[in-house]
């Protein structure tokens, strides 16, 4: 069983950084596969970031975050984080932490199977 809990979101004006982290339980964390996800009031959970397991800590990133956002894991701490830079409304979302058991990215929400209880993250113009 995995349990994730997400922390560092909040307030911050366009153009500003927020960095987010999501803190798992698990032995075999370093062979998680993490992923971020966001959910805006009205739409659909989209993929935003995910970086593999395994040691190989390849990443993928949404088209409109790429050169903004960055994922990045400490496996000694068992913690994953997103940094995220010129921030812009439209990022304002929940964001989920979610952990997939196969060391293989996934952009699907039901392909990971554990996830946070979701952070806040506010952009104001």
């Known amino acids: 069983q995995v349990q994730l809990v997400e922390s560092g979101g909040g307030l911050v004006q366009a153009g500003g950084s927020l960095r987010l982290s999501c803190a798992a339980s698990?032995?075999?964390?370093?062979?998680?596969?993490i992923g971020w996800f966001r959910q805006a009031p009205g739409k659909e959970r989209e993929f935003v970031a995910a970086i593999t397991g395994w040691g190989d800590s390849s990443t993928y990133y949404l088209d409109s975050v790429e050169g903004r956002f960055a994922i990045s894991r400490d496996n000694a701490k068992n913690t994953v984080y997103l940094q995220m830079n010129s921030l812009k409304p439209e990022d304002t979302a929940v964001y989920y932490c979610?952990?997939?058991?196969?060391?293989?990215?996934?952009?699907?929400?039901?392909?990971?199977?554990?996830w946070g209880q979701g952070i806040q993250v506010t952009v104001s113009s």
């Open positions: 979610a952990a997939r058991i196969v060391a293989v990215l996934s952009t699907k929400p039901n392909e990971y199977r554990y």
């Open positions: 698990g032995r075999t964390f370093s062979t998680y596969t």
